[in-house]
């Protein structure tokens, strides 16, 4: 291969610059062929210029790996695909299909994935709705108490759970935990939904689960990992953590063989390369492949997802080996075919920098400088030495066990000499 192949992490720089996609780059900037040359340049682009600057000005790069957050312009992203076509590893367009609950239950149900019986209420549309203490009735369609209540619009998180009056009524409210690890509150006095509000609202029939959900973390069709947790409406609407760490308890589980063909649907539907879902196994269902009477349906996809914990070094080594092999084989697929078994991995200190317009460029390339292996101390200190934002980003470390010198990766910048 001439040159290394140029991967652009296009996203919103506290995406970017987060401690599992720093674990992933440094696995992929490890990757060398035999003879000792790297196989991938990473180019962060800059938030400032992701939000403010033409996309003309935007790196050039071989592929692109870009994801919607809060803030993130996706059209422009879009528009920056149809300019440059690189190798996207992740299909932006159907990133505005995940904004849309009903759209993406729609895509599911096409792609033959169970989701929970639902109905949508379009705000802009002409509905039909009775509600009573046990029921709703949306255009003919009857969910019994309890059900769901999610806005259509994905970012927005104010889900709700109506109960009947034999569990003694009221709803429980979900929201994104907050700083007392509260995730659910009750409120005994609620007695209607939110339909006559005139907002949009996907309301779907709650499932049985044993008071669990299963959060899945899928890499294209070949691999899903799979962590059991608490759902967030049980218990007292309060994230159980671990006393060790201070993170959310969660149990590694192996998914069945059918759970595993819906990871590989859930991929097949939304073209994510690196996709987490939700899994819901409920006791009694009709669709599906079940077995043992539990029937798996998803009740929620949320793109670009990251495993966390003592699982996310194993899982960004193992979606950087998978998306390592999909970018060979789109953009080198003859270095792929003679020159893989002979790939490596050694130890790296990987410093990104955004480019300018024309990169790769002369002024824009990877350059190599003698370096070593770092032990703590100096990881730590080249890790403050870096600046996490804007104009440069660190890219974490890789393990240092057994690996031959260190070359610093750097991507020069203008902005960085400024």
Known sequence: MERPITLGVCAMAKKACSAPMRLLLDELCAYT????????????FDERDIIDAPIESWPVVDALLAFFSAGFPLGKAIAYTQL???FCLNDLALQR?????AAVYTRLRQFGV?????ALLDADARNDVEETDDAITI???????????KPRDSEDHAVAIYWPRARGGGAAHLFRKNGADECAAFDAEA??????????????????TSETDVKVYAVGREHAHAELRKAPACGEGRVQREAKGGREKRAIVQLSEWELEIARRVYDAFGQSVCGFDLLRASGGADGGGADGVTAYVCDVNGWSHVKGAASAEFAAKS??????????????DYLATKVTGATCVGSTALFAPCGADAPSDACRARD???????????AGASARAPMMAAASIVGMAAAGGCAAVTPLIVDSPALSA
Not at 33 to 44: L, M, P
Not at 320 to 333: H, Q
Request: glycine share 8%; aromatic share 8%.
């Open 33 to 44: 062929d035999e003879a000792g040359a790297r196989e991938f340049v990473v180019v962060v």
């Open 84 to 86: 440059r076509h690189p």
């Open 97 to 101: 299909t995940l904004l849309d609950r």
């Open 114 to 118: 169970p989701v929970p019986p639902h």
């Open 139 to 149: 255009n003919g369609v009857v969910l019994n108490r309890p059900f769901v209540e």
């Open 191 to 208: 007695r209607r939904s939110r339909a006559a509000s005139g907002g949009s609202f996907l309301y779907e029939q709650w499932l049985p």
């Open 320 to 333: 950087a080996s998978l998306l390592r092999a999909y970018m060979l084989g789109a953009l080198a697929s």
């Open 369 to 379: 400088e003698p370096g070593r292996c770092l032990d703590g101390e100096a990881r």
